[in-house]
């Protein structure tokens, strides 16, 4: 899903002179709420057991925390907005909405002897930073460091994934309540290597159909919403996940056979083999997609329709229009890189290809060539930003046009005799 957003002029208002005073106060209207009780500590003790570096046990903490507490929200009556519910009743509660899951592993983190403290967050929009107005919609946690520097953890946005701060939350600002009081400051950029997508498929031809093995994997957010994609099914239905991806292949395709690598939900006795990287293999057979006349053939490629309108992996493939008067916002850079490696019969060779449109910011290339009988067919499409302006937006609406596209081209193959 992307988000869109105008520069329409907007009035601000402030109670504190600056972000120092805002963080002063953020930190003293929730500091009695993060007091462990008996019980939290006993927890703490048993989540950590066998934990060594400080690294291992945060991320435990969260793991824990993003899994047992479920999100939901409750009407407190007077008390709501800025104040974070009690740790102790959030432990009691096991639900609450992100201002409880992240005061549960502040309490948490505190009982294991961190120095941690809640943080405001503008999740997923921009903030002016000019004037110290209410412009937050989201509670994350801070972890102060060693050298003075924060660690940011966000338990929400946790599930299902093996990164403490979500990749889809790049670039965002945030400000962290301390009792001296903090600058309003953001977090960095991830350049499209952090969030890869690689999908490897093995094709071999019998007679006019084929059969492709196809492995997805990822990092950053793509692998994220790759595992959730997997992970938020009940296991007995996951098969269908499967089932539905094969299905945008082709109407006539079947799956053959599915697996995961790497676990798609968390086992509170071994939360560290959550921070495994995950992926999937699936094989399917698809009719009529080698057509010959004898001296001329078509290869239908399975790279040109694996993720074919995917909207938990492809977000940005909706963004076809030619113009727009707002600027888009998308979940994350990305590095998609798709091969297909393809065995053709004996007397045939292809037409070689190669073509690419976009821009700096945005391109997409397609490249077929070949060895011997293999045909190595690639797609490779490189989104650089998140935020794309009105005049930049062209060249990401003509990557989707041209990724939408592939589904109606096809190798050509000529006779080598």
């Known amino acids: 899903v992307y988000t ?18 805002k963080s002063r106060w953020f930190y003293h209207v929730n500091e009695n709420q993060f007091k462990p009780s008996k019980d939290i500590r006993a927890k703490v003790r048993q989540i950590l057991k066998g934990a060594r570096t400080r690294k291992e046990k945060m991320a435990r903490l969260l793991y824990w925390v993003s899994s047992y507490v479920r999100y939901r929200g409750f009407n ?18 096991r639900a609450g909405v992100c201002k409880d899951i992240a005061s549960m592993l502040i309490t948490m983190l505190r009982a294991a002897d961190f120095e941690a403290y809640p943080a405001m967050t503008m999740a997923m929009s921009p903030v002016s930073t000019e004037i110290a107005a209410d412009q937050f919609n989201h ?41 001296e009081g903090q600058n309003i400051s953001m977090i960095p950029y991830a350049p499209p290597s952090d969030n890869t997508l690689r999908v490897d498929i093995n094709t071999r031809i019998k007679g006019t159909g084929a059969l492709s093995t196809v492995k997805m994997s990822g990092t950053g957010y793509k692998e994220t919403s790759l595992r959730r994609l997997v992970g938020s099914a009940p296991a007995m239905e996951r098969k269908g996940v499967f089932v539905d991806m094969v299905r945008r292949m082709s109407p006539a395709a079947s799956l053959v056979s599915w697996s995961v690598s790497g676990p798609a939900g968390y ?35 399975a790279a040109f329709s694996a993720l074919l309108s995917h909207p938990r992996l492809l977000e940005w493939l909706s963004l076809t229009a030619e113009k727009r008067s707002t600027m888009v916002q998308l979940r994350s850079t990305l590095d998609l890189l798709i091969t297909e490696s393809v065995i053709i019969p004996t007397g045939y060779k292809p037409i070689s290809m190669h073509d690419r449109t976009g821009g700096k910011d945005a391109s997409i290339t397609v490249d077929v060539t070949s060895k011997g009988r293999t045909i190595t067919i690639r797609v ?27 589904k109606d081209r096809t190798v050509t193959l000529v006779s080598g005799r």
């Not at 957003?5 to 600056?18: F, G, I, R, S, Y």
């Not at 407190?76 to 509660?93: S, W």
């Not at 403490?164 to 939350?169: G, L």
């Open 76 to 93: 407190m009556g007077k008390g709501e907005g800025y104040t974070l519910h009690p740790g102790v009743m959030v432990f009691e509660t």
């Open 267 to 301: 086992l509170e006795d071994n939360l560290d083999r959550f921070r495994k990287p995950f992926s999937v293999k699936f094989t399917v057979k698809r009719p009529a997609v080698f057509l010959s006349d004898g001296g001329h053939a078509a290869y239908v490629p």
């Open 139 to 179: 509670s994350v946690v801070a972890v102060r460091n060693p050298d003075g520097s924060f660690t940011m953890l966000d338990p929400t946005w946790a599930p299902m994934s093996r990164y403490v701060w979500s990749y889809a939350e790049r670039e965002q600002y945030y400000l962290v309540g301390t009792p």
């Open 4 to 21: 869109m957003w105008t520069d329409a002029t907007k009035v601000l208002m402030a109670t504190v002179p600056d972000w120092k005073a």
């Open 380 to 406: 490779h499409v490189v989104l650089k930003k998140r935020y794309y302006t009105v005049e930049e937006y062209p060249q990401l609406a003509r990557v989707a046009r041209m990724y939408s596209s592939l």
